[in-house]
């Protein structure tokens, strides 16, 4: 591959990376894979030494790791246990590894060997409740979305390979959405996670006249009684808005208090009050 490196005359050292993935569709993988124009740029500033989706060569001599997947099975979290004894940095890649993504879900049930049996039917396999690595490891950098945005992740990574600070934006989706001069979706009758959402995927979704369902998880500010206004002033019951929130499972945080009184509707709607 690739001969040394320099920035601005500095020879730069190409750090070891390895790619792993845990309980997860492996989405964001595929992303840096799918982004063919930058891709041998990428590969230039790098050795990659553990990439499953994409070579069969294996090394546990690695600098950086990029964890992919939440964790759902105990032996998942002996191998991220030795993942972090041999990283230097480790970094949670996209929402499954950094809040449990839409794999958490099922923590919903009650009765977890119920969904395994429902899921699993006669085949039975270990699958326990759903967790962010952070919960089994000390994480030094998350990169958000499901998936992770490519342009996103070579920044962050150029950014380590030269030794500048990594800047993730903590400002709303909603600002990136009105940089691009798009129409509200609310006034398009669409609910939209935009005001509480971190940024950072340039409103990869309304501006696809798609609401944002969180995957970024929360912003640095969350105004939680703003946004349930917001809904409801345009017709949108809370219900809906804790199906957004709970999607990915960055806000569960902010969902308890919308569930009591997502209730207390539901009870007073069925006349039980
Ligand atoms: S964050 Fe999304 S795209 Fe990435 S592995 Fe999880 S489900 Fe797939
Ligand atoms: S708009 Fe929302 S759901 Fe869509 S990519 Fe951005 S943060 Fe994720």
New binding site residues.
């Given amino acids: 591959m690739a001969g040394p490196i320099s920035f601005l005359g500095v020879p730069l050292k190409r750090p070891k990376v390895a790619f792993f993935e845990f309980t997860a569709c492996e989405g964001c993988q595929l992303q840096i894979l799918n982004n063919e124009h930058t891709l041998i740029g990428f590969l230039n500033l790098v050795e990659i030494v553990n990439f499953r989706e994409a070579m069969t060569e294996r090394s546990d001599d690695y600098e950086i790791a990029f964890v992919e997947g939440s964790i759902s099975r105990s032996d998942e979290v002996e191998r991220l246990l030795e993942i972090r004894r041999n990283a230097r940095i480790l970094i949670a890649f996209g929402s499954c590894a950094c809040f449990g993504g839409v794999n958490q879900l099922k923590n919903r049930f009650a009765d977890l060997d119920w969904v395994t049996k429902e899921v699993y039917g006669d085949f039975p396999v270990e699958t326990d409740e759903v967790h962010p690595i952070a919960d089994y490891v000390a994480v030094d950098l998350n990169i958000y979305?499901?998936p992770v945005k490519k342009e996103e992740v070579e920044q962050i990574v150029t950014n380590l390979v030269v030794g500048k600070s990594v800047k993730i934006p903590d400002f709303p989706?909603c600002m990136e959405c009105k940089a691009k001069e798009n129409i509200c979706l609310f006034e398009l009758g669409e609910p939209c996670?935009?005001p509480v959402?971190?940024a950072g995927?340039d409103?990869?979704?309304?501006s696809n006249r798609?609401g944002?369902?969180?995957?970024?998880g929360p912003a640095g500010v969350v105004n939680m009684d703003q946004l349930e206004e917001i809904f409801n002033n345009y017709g949108f019951k809370n219900v809906e808005l804790i199906d957004r929130l709970e999607c990915f499972g960055g806000f569960t945080d902010f969902t308890s208090k919308l569930r009591t009184k997502a209730a207390c509707e539901q009870r007073k709607t069925e006349g039980r009050s």
């Fill in positions: 979305g499901c989706v996670l935009g959402t971190r995927c409103a990869w979704c309304p798609r944002c369902w969180g995957c970024r």
